[in-house]
Every structure is written in C-alpha cells, then in structure tokens.
C-alpha cells in the first residue's frame, strides 16, 4: 500500500487524473470504478480538465458506480444515478450507455447484485476504482461487520453513515435506509484501487484501514490485501499515522 500525504484535496484529484488520463490515452476501453460523496470530486474536476484542454477521446471509456440507494426515484437530485450523471458523465463526457449505477428500485433488488456483478464482468473488470471512506470505516456502503468477500448485495444504511449524508438531504428522515452496493469483494477484484481521504474526521478510521488488522469491522482494512493500491490524504486526515 503506497501512502501519499498531498497538500489537499486538489493536489490528489490532479495525481490521480494524471493516471488516469495516462491510462485512457493507453488504452480507450479504460473501465473506472466510481465514487459519490464529496472525497472524489476534485479527481473528476481535474480529469475533465484535463480531456477538454488535452482532447482525449473517451468515448470508449467504461464506469461502474460503486453504490446507490434504495427506493429512491433515479432522478432524485441526490439519487446516486443523478449524482454520477451530473458529476461525472456530464462533466467528462462520457458515453451515458457505458456509465453504470447498481438499481435501488425495490421491485428487484434480488436480482440486480448479481446483475451488476454480470455488467462489470462482461465489461472487462473495472480497470481503476475510487474510494472514499467513512468515517467508520466503510468503502462502498459496506458498513462495518461487512463480509471481505462480499459481492454486490443490498445493505442497511447505519445510523452514523445516515447522519453523514443527511446533508445532501432536507432532513435525516429522508436520507434512505438502505443501499445496494459494491461488495468488499468486488472492490478488491480492480486492478487498482485509489483510496482517498480529507479531513481531522477521518483519521481514526485511515489509521485502522492502513495500520489496523484486516478485518470486517473495518471494511476499507480490506486494501491491505490488493497488491495495487495507492492511498491519498491531507495532512488532517493522516494525523492518526505514525
Ligand atoms: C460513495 C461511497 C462512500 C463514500 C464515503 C465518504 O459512493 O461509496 O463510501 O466514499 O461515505 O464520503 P465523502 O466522500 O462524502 O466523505
């Protein structure tokens, strides 16, 4: 696990696009694993930068989101269909057909983890993934006791990842209470995995992920077994390193 403690959050996204633009220009078929949240966006603002300014074809470019939400409509404003469109599809101008987002609609749910297990598949494996993490440990939506061999499955929502997100949200009450996500064993099977992290919040947890025993009650301790992985933080959020 390659740790890099960058000036902020701009300084990551611009490290990373840097790859990534690289492995786009190398091979068009590139498949990216997607983050939502607020940690990657700077990486999807300097990616599109750098495909306006340098004029990279990325119509061939693959994306399989890592989570969405259970029961909400997909044109939601904070649906994970909704975020990824406006956020990266948009924004990079990729092709929508190949820019994907597990289903959250409750009628079948019991069929679209492994669904999108198929998609990823039949798409080649995703090549580069995002990540966040929680603030108690979680990638994806898997939550702390989450299987490292976990595939994509539909999960609760806990208390604290609900109040995280209930600022996307008018209130708590309408932060949904289930997900559909990416499973630890999905996430590990990319061939890269960029994990990054800003902030005093989330130090506790990248030193558990990083330093701590793998284990399910740290699903981001996971990474420690992916021979590819390269870690991002600001100096507040690598404060719990020594
Ligand atoms: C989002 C996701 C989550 C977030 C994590 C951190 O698709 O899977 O694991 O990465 O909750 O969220 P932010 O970046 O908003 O702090």
Same mark, same amino acid.
């Given at each position: 696990t390659?740790?890099?403690?960058?000036?902020?959050?701009?300084?990551?996204?611009?490290?990373?696009?840097?790859?990534?633009?690289?492995?786009?220009?190398?091979? $068009?078929?590139?498949?990216?694993?997607?983050?939502?949240?607020?940690? $990657?966006?700077?990486?999807?603002?300097?990616?599109?930068?750098?495909?306006?300014?340098?004029?990279?074809?990325?119509?061939?470019?693959?994306?399989?989101?890592?989570?969405?939400?259970?029961?909400?409509?997909?044109?939601?404003?904070?649906?994970?269909?909704?975020?990824?469109?406006?956020?990266?599809?948009?924004?990079?101008?990729?092709?929508?057909?190949?820019?994907?987002?597990?289903?959250?609609?409750?009628?079948?749910?019991?069929?679209?983890?492994?669904?999108?297990?198929?998609?990823?598949?039949?798409?080649?494996?995703?090549?580069?993934?995002?990540?966040?993490i929680?603030?108690?440990g979680?990638i994806?939506?898997?939550?702390p006791?989450?299987?490292i061999?976990?595939?994509?499955?539909?999960?609760?929502?806990?208390?604290?990842?609900?109040?995280?997100?209930?600022?996307?949200?008018?209130?708590?009450?309408?932060? $949904?209470?289930?997900?559909?996500?990416?499973?630890v064993?999905?996430?590990?099977?990319?061939?890269?995995?960029?994990?990054?992290?800003?902030?005093?919040?989330?130090?506790?947890a990248?030193a558990r992920a990083i330093n701590g025993p793998v284990s399910p009650e740290i699903p981001a301790s996971a990474i420690q077994q992916?021979?590819?992985?390269?870690?991002?933080?600001?100096?507040?959020?690598?404060?719990?390193?020594?």
């Amino acid at each position: 696990t390659e740790v890099l403690v960058v000036a902020g959050p701009a300084a990551a996204g611009e490290y990373v696009a840097d790859i990534l633009a690289r492995a786009i220009q190398t091979d $068009p078929e590139t498949v990216l694993g997607l983050a939502t949240g607020s940690t $990657p966006l700077p990486i999807y603002a300097a990616l599109a930068e750098r495909v306006r300014t340098e004029g990279i074809d990325v119509s061939s470019v693959s994306g399989f989101a890592l989570d969405e939400y259970v029961g909400i409509d997909p044109a939601h404003e904070q649906s994970y269909h909704h975020v990824i469109d406006a956020e990266v599809t948009q924004t990079l101008g990729l092709n929508p057909e190949r820019v994907h987002v597990p289903s959250g609609n409750p009628d079948t749910l019991e069929s679209a983890g492994a669904a999108y297990e198929e998609a990823i598949r039949a798409a080649g494996g995703v090549g580069w993934q995002i990540l966040g993490i929680g603030a108690n440990g979680h990638i994806g939506f898997n939550e702390p006791g989450s299987p490292i061999d976990s595939l994509t499955r539909q999960v609760p929502l806990t208390e604290q990842t609900r109040q995280d997100n209930a600022r996307f949200f008018d209130s708590i009450d309408d932060v $949904p209470r289930h997900a559909i996500t990416q499973g630890v064993g999905t996430i590990l099977r990319a061939g890269h995995l960029f994990l990054l992290a800003f902030g005093e919040h989330k130090a506790d947890a990248v030193a558990r992920a990083i330093n701590g025993p793998v284990s399910p009650e740290i699903p981001a301790s996971a990474i420690q077994q992916h021979p590819n992985v390269t870690v991002l933080l600001d100096a507040a959020a690598a404060s719990g390193l020594d």
